[in-house]
């Protein structure tokens, strides 16, 4: 589905990926795991598309489609989702409208049909019982008054909604508590299909135990260093960072 | 009576023989002030955002001239129109069935001792013009007790090259009234045409009065439009100043509250673009006790416009218990928007309670890529934000048709730009 080749990224002139490569399929859960400063954070950006980021090397197959030429919006039309590290607060804009308008959006892009207010509704409420949103925040300003918890459920509600072909978490899992943590896993594997694919971004380890991956990736100083299975984020919980490093001689 | 100015500074206004339609005694004031003042300068403070030599070194005619219809120019379908093209009264483009509790008329005809009564005259050029210059203007009066269901429009429509439009308005709300007004200024093939506009006003005892005014004219327009209002106990005031385009306008909204347990609202939204200029300048003047006051200006502003907001609230010695707030925000959408806020309490009441905020900032730059990121179209974003940042203004206006008009013009503006 994605495949990331000899990427190379840099920002403010500073290279943070030095040279990435990934491949992920449809039907897969693959994590990526690694210190701070890893570059965890810039591959997820670039993969949205924030403009801050240089790509100086590099390509990015996403089914057939250079994601790189892509604007942010269009990339999400193609079926690619990120749910953010630190979700923003929008005042004034309903985070039901806004989904609504999205939808439509990406249908008309793909030549479907636009969708009615009563299927919307009910879409609203089947997803929303999904990550055990209430009713009543799905309608009201874009995360604004919502805990660190309930953004975090608001973004999977908004993947479920909008139903992507391959999700980013991006540190999802990061400020949870353990609740919080397996509503938004049960949220995350209820959605998987042997058609979609995800690709979760994390610190800890503890997300796996829930979102179990196929596969493991360790992103070290800008580049994937060793991928394993599932067994692997394990191991590094234990053992630590230094362990890759010196197993690498890095 | 000389039909051009006596002063060599000011020329202005070519009259082609007409003559202003207010009374003698008002006019002759009007004439010696004009005799010696001077357009005001930038060191002027009330005009120190404000250039006029745009429209001082031009000469602009009086022109009694016609459209065929106000279909595409009219605010709203639903209400009693009263059409003025170029500043006349147009009877042909008016409704005919006045709606009941109201009557009308045209404001030569009037001998209100009301006309002129708060306006004041020296140092005031604009003020000093439109009386020395009237075209047409109208009285409304809404009758004691009455409750008007119909809105009534009043359409200011300027037409042609260089036309001078010179409006002078009475408004009474008797005691105990209630109606809402949609006063309108827009363009028909209009190009360099300058409004000046005065609207007298008196909200009587518990009456309420409700005012939405649209500004829609053409880019290449000028206009200066006054309100001088006057409350009485117990009324309610409602004015939503929306500009949605023109060249250089210029708002004053004087409020003289005399009354006690009145209630005064003063809201705006103002967007502009290109080299648009808008200078919004607002009095609430307490004088008497327990009153309140509530005042909310939201601007967006894009690529070279300029804007000003200048707010005062006075409150008085003997005005305690008084509630006066008041808030502009600006949203600034390029690098060479510009806004000069300047909110201005002067308070000599020590039981009150008041307050004024500024804010003048960016598009969150991160919420438009979240939209972006779930699909959104970056014009789409930015709009939906925009739209956010203006709702509560956009809530202030009641009459649906109103709202409808509004989001429709700031919609087109955004499917417009970039």
């Not at chain 1, 693959?30 to 400063?37: R, T």
């Not at chain 1, 100083?221 to 890759?244: F, Q, R």
Request: charged share 25%; glycine share 6%.
């Amino acid at each position: 589905m994605i495949s990331i080749k000899n990427l190379h990224a840099s920002i403010d002139g500073k290279e943070i990926l030095k040279g990435l490569n990934l491949e992920v399929k449809a039907g897969e859960v693959h994590a990526i795991m690694g210190p701070n400063g890893a570059g965890k954070s810039t591959l997820a950006s670039i993969l949205a598309g924030r403009e801050e980021y240089e790509v100086t090397e590099g390509s990015v197959d996403f089914d057939g489609k250079d994601l790189l030429d892509l604007a942010t919006e269009e990339r999400a039309r193609e079926g690619l989702f990120l749910a953010f590290q630190y979700p923003v607060e929008i005042p004034g804009v309903s985070n039901i409208n806004f989904l609504r308008a999205a939808l439509n959006e990406i249908r008309e892009y793909r030549g479907e049909e636009q969708v009615s207010a009563k299927d919307f509704m009910t879409m609203v409420r089947e997803k929303s019982a999904l990550v055990e949103l209430d009713a009543k925040l799905a309608s009201r300003s874009v995360n604004e008054g919502f805990s660190g918890g309930e953004k975090k459920r608001n973004e999977i509600f908004q993947m479920a909604m909008l139903n992507p072909k391959l999700s980013i978490l991006d540190e999802t899992d990061s400020g949870l508590d353990i609740d919080a943590l397996r509503i938004v896993a049960n949220g995350v594997n209820k959605l998987k299909t042997k058609d979609n694919a995800s690709i979760i971004i994390t610190h800890y380890q503890r997300l796996l135990d829930h979102i179990v991956p196929d596969f493991v990736h360790v992103l070290y100083d800008g580049k994937i260093v060793k991928t394993g299975p599932k067994e692997l984020a394990l191991e590094l919980e234990e053992k630590g960072y230094d362990w890759i490093k010196e197993e690498l001689s890095i | 009576m000389s039909e051009i100015l006596n002063s060599t500074e000011i020329k202005l206004i070519n009259t082609n023989g007409f003559q202003g339609v207010l009374n003698d005694t008002l006019k002759a004031k009007a004439t010696d002030i004009l005799e010696t003042i001077k357009f005001p300068t930038t060191r002027v403070e009330a005009w120190k955002y404000t250039r006029l030599t745009k429209i001082s070194k031009q000469i602009f005619n009086v022109s009694k001239s016609t459209i065929d219809s106000i279909e595409d120019l009219s605010i709203v379908k639903n209400a009693f129109t009263i059409v003025l093209v170029n500043g006349f009264y147009n009877e042909d483009l008016s409704s005919k069935e006045l709606p009941e509790g109201i009557s009308i008329d045209r404001i030569q005809n009037s001998k209100s001792p009301l006309i002129g009564k708060n306006l004041k005259l020296e140092n005031e050029i604009f003020n000093s013009l439109n009386t020395n210059f009237t075209t047409d203007g109208i009285t409304l009066t809404i009758e004691k007790n009455a409750n008007v269901e119909t809105p009534i429009q009043i359409l200011h429509i300027n037409e042609g090259e260089q036309t001078v439009s010179t409006t002078r308005n009475l408004i009474i709300a008797e005691d105990f009234s209630k109606c809402s007004i949609i006063e309108g200024f827009v363009s028909s093939n209009a190009n360099t045409c300058f409004d000046n506009s005065v609207s007298e006003i008196f909200v009587g005892k518990n009456a309420f009065l409700h005012i939405d005014k649209i500004q829609y004219q053409n880019d290449s327009c000028y206009q200066v439009s006054t309100e001088q209002v006057e409350q009485q106990d117990d009324s309610t005031f409602t004015i939503n100043t929306i500009t949605l385009n023109g060249g250089l306008i210029r708002n004053n909204l004087n409020i003289e509250v005399r009354g006690q347990n009145c209630n005064t609202n003063l809201n705006g939204i103002y967007q502009l673009k290109g080299n648009q200029h808008v200078d919004n300048h607002t009095i609430v003047d307490h004088l008497v006790p327990n009153c309140e006051s509530n005042e909310l200006y939201k601007g967006i502003i894009d690529e070279k416009a300029t804007a000003v907001f200048n707010g005062k609230v006075f409150v008085r010695k003997d005005a305690q218990k008084i509630n006066a707030f008041q808030s502009n925000g600006n949203v600034l959408l390029s690098d060479d928007a510009t806004v000069n806020s300047k909110p201005e309490l002067e308070i000599y009441a020590d039981d009150v309670k008041c307050s004024h905020g500024s804010t003048t900032g960016q598009l969150d730059e991160e919420a438009v890529f979240y939209l972006r990121a779930r699909g959104l179209s970056e014009k789409s974003a930015r709009k939906l934000i925009v739209g956010a940042f203006i709702n509560d203004v956009i809530e202030k206006i009641k009459n649906e048709e109103v709202v409808a008009y509004v989001q429709g013009k700031i919609e087109e503006r955004f499917s417009n730009t970039k």
